[in-house]
């Protein structure tokens, strides 16, 4: 079993900047790919990025460009750099972790929330 716990949401203007982090509580050298999802009020969670353990990244249309996920095992950290930040970006954003054998763990969310 895995703990993963979401910080750095909150409230930005429109253009501006946030920094997510996700922290595992144990290693996560054996997570096949690790990921961010979000889901906004009335809407189904969606992929925001995904990263592999080899590095190798994927992003949702509507925020390449504009977000970069990045992961360090030795710190045990998955974070998501998210600039220029639009009022469509507001929801609640989760940390994915899938192992080989297709475990998945979900953390319990962080508000991100864009002003226009």
């Known amino acids: 079993q895995v703990q993963l716990v979401e910080s750095g949401g909150g409230l930005v203007q429109a253009g501006g900047s946030l920094r997510l982090s996700c922290a595992a509580s144990r290693s996560i050298f054996s997570f096949n790919a690790m990921g961010w999802y979000r889901q906004a009020p009335g809407k189904q969670r969606e992929l925001v990025a995904t990263?592999?353990?080899?590095?190798?990244?994927d992003y949702a249309y509507s925020v390449k460009g504009r977000f970069t996920i990045s992961r360090d095992n030795a710190k045990k950290t998955l974070d998501l750099e998210m600039n220029n930040l639009k009022p469509e970006d507001t929801a609640v954003y989760y940390c994915n972790a899938r192992t080989y054998e297709l475990n998945e763990y979900w953390g319990q969310g962080t508000q991100v929330t864009v002003s226009s």
């Open positions: 990263i592999t353990s080899g590095g190798s990244t």
